[in-house]
């Protein structure tokens, strides 16, 4: 059964911080890997997917790496700002559940 | 290009009664997929459609079905509601059938009394 871990739960940074967030998975064998920012009481906004053939995926200040045999993904943010603080979630697909599993989240908040 | 459309979005029912929530999907799109988020247990897969059928299902019991009509509108409904099923359901779609880029609607928001 894929699991989906998310580290850290919770991350307060000033404006202008560089960060990384963190998310492992139990099973290599995933189709692709997505990443998500949630606003309170939203749906889910989708920010990069990373098929697992990839290595990275870019979008403007954002930055996913893929690291399949080890079970990692880490979503960097360049200049952080106010208007980033959501929650992130990254969400794997794995063929044999044909399903996204989700991780538990990364609530950030970036403050003035 | 209009992005996937969830209706209604808040909805406040009492124990015992059913419900059906709608989705639709951004235009082209063929797979809908719904999910549940609650604060306990996060975001669960319920179930995937594709060209009206039912493609997998997730570990939710019989109370929960769904469909999907030949516009790629789909519907959920949940029958004999319970206090726990109050939660926020999501409904993405997704061009092709398993493993697509995942887009989401803005959720209905479901209260059991």
């Known amino acids: 059964k894929q699991e989906v871990t998310q580290i850290p739960a919770a991350l307060s940074v000033p404006e202008g911080e560089n960060l990384v967030l963190n ?6 064998a995933i189709y692709n890997l997505q990443w998500f920012r949630q606003d309170p009481g939203k749906g889910l906004t989708s920010l990069l997917l990373i098929q697992s053939s990839q290595r990275e995926q870019t979008s403007g200040r954002l930055n996913a790496s893929l690291d399949k045999s080890s079970g990692r993904s880490t979503l960097y943010i360049a200049a952080s700002q106010p208007g980033d603080s959501a929650t992130y979630l990254c969400a794997v697909y794995t063929g044999g559940g044909n399903k996204l599993t989700f991780g538990t989240g990364t609530q950030l908040k970036v403050e003035l | 290009k209009a ?29 809908v997929s719904w999910y549940q988020q609650t604060p306990g247990q996060g975001l669960q897969f319920l179930f995937e ?23 790629s509108r789909s519907e ?38």
Do not use: W
Request: hydrophobic share 25%; net charge positive; with cysteine.
């Open chain 1, 23 to 28: 998310c492992s998975f139990t099973d290599s």
């Open chain 2, 3 to 31: 992005g996937v459309t969830q209706t209604p979005r808040y909805l406040i029912k009492t124990r015992g009664q059913q419900v059906t929530l709608s989705c639709s999907p951004i235009s082209g799109h063929r797979s």
């Open chain 2, 49 to 71: 459609y594709f060209s009206e059928t039912q493609r997998n299902k997730g570990n939710f019991p019989g109370r929960f079905s769904g469909r999907q009509f030949s516009n």
């Open chain 2, 76 to 113: 959920m409904n949940v029958s004999t509601l319970e206090l726990g099923d109050s939660a926020l359901y999501l409904c993405a779609s997704s061009l092709v059938q398993g493993g697509g880029e995942q887009f989401f609607g803005p959720g209905t928001r479901l209260t059991v009394l």
